[in-house]
């Protein structure tokens, strides 16, 4: 991997994105449905989930692409809070905020990218795209130090989020704190 990360808009970069995730889809084939759809990624065909991010990337920026050079090392789902309904229908006794920002609810790193930065470089990509349509930026990072945390970091790792200036606002659980920026 290269010394410097670019993160980009994923808007026209399905071949990036594809690339990265590779032919397991990223995380179980997910293909970053998990926070839209929840567990019926599992139940769904590889191809499908593949297809509705394919689609999702297409229609707008769905997320962010972290590259070293021109190798795709990072990606992130950045949407509207409101486009994540299994989210907010999961966590149903947190009172979510009733504006709408921006959410950063997860995150695939190349294996080869891991421990270099590239989460980070994310991070503060979303801070910068929330900054530039003046939007808030929330999270529901991993407290790695809450008791049986879970070991699935997908959705970030809360001293990343607190290092760059994030807030916690709540828990969703006991290990899946609620961080806002701005």
Request: net charge positive.
């Amino acid at each position: 991997m290269g010394t410097t990360v670019e993160v980009v808009p994923a808007a026209g970069r399905w071949s990036e994105v594809r690339t990265l995730f590779g032919r397991a889809g990223a995380s179980n084939g997910c293909w970053c449905q998990y926070w839209l759809i929840g567990s019926e990624y599992h139940r769904r065909d590889r191809d499908t989930n593949r297809a509705a991010l394919h689609a999702q990337v297409d229609a707008a920026s769905a997320g962010l692409v972290a590259l070293s050079g021109d190798e795709p090392v990072g990606w992130a789902r950045l949407t509207p809070r409101s486009g994540l309904a299994y989210l907010t229908g999961r966590f149903t006794t947190y009172e979510f905020s009733e504006d709408e920002p921006l959410s950063l609810p997860c995150f695939y790193i190349a294996r080869r990218a891991r421990s270099a930065g590239v989460m980070t470089a994310l991070i503060e990509g979303a801070m910068a795209e929330a900054r530039r349509v003046d939007a808030s930026l929330e999270a529901y990072p991993i407290d790695p130090t809450a008791t049986g945390a879970t070991t699935n970091r997908f959705s970030g790792v809360l001293p990343a989020f607190m290092a760059l200036g994030f807030a916690e606002v709540g828990r969703l659980s006991r290990d899946r704190a609620v961080v806002r920026w701005r």
